[in-house]
């Protein structure tokens, strides 16, 4: 149920994450997540950052897959 949505396209596509509902949101260091966040919370919803971003989910060898929509 991801959907890739680059930052810098948020706000004009936030039509397209439907109602506002708990997410959690993740970049390579965590910069570009936290301005996510800051557009996500501003439209209703409830914002996680994903603890230590992609970097530490990569270093701790946790599943990765990537489904076309």
Known sequence: GAVLVPH???EKRIGE????RPV???C???RRAGIAE?????HGFSVTLLDGSWQ????????ES???R
């Open 8 to 10: 810098d396209e948020l």
């Open 38 to 42: 800051e557009v996500l919370t501003q």
């Open 28 to 30: 390579k260091s965590g």
């Open 17 to 20: 994450l439907g109602a506002p």
């Open 56 to 63: 530490a989910w990569q270093a701790a060898k946790l599943p």
């Open 24 to 26: 959690v949101v993740y």
């Open 66 to 68: 990537v489904m076309a």
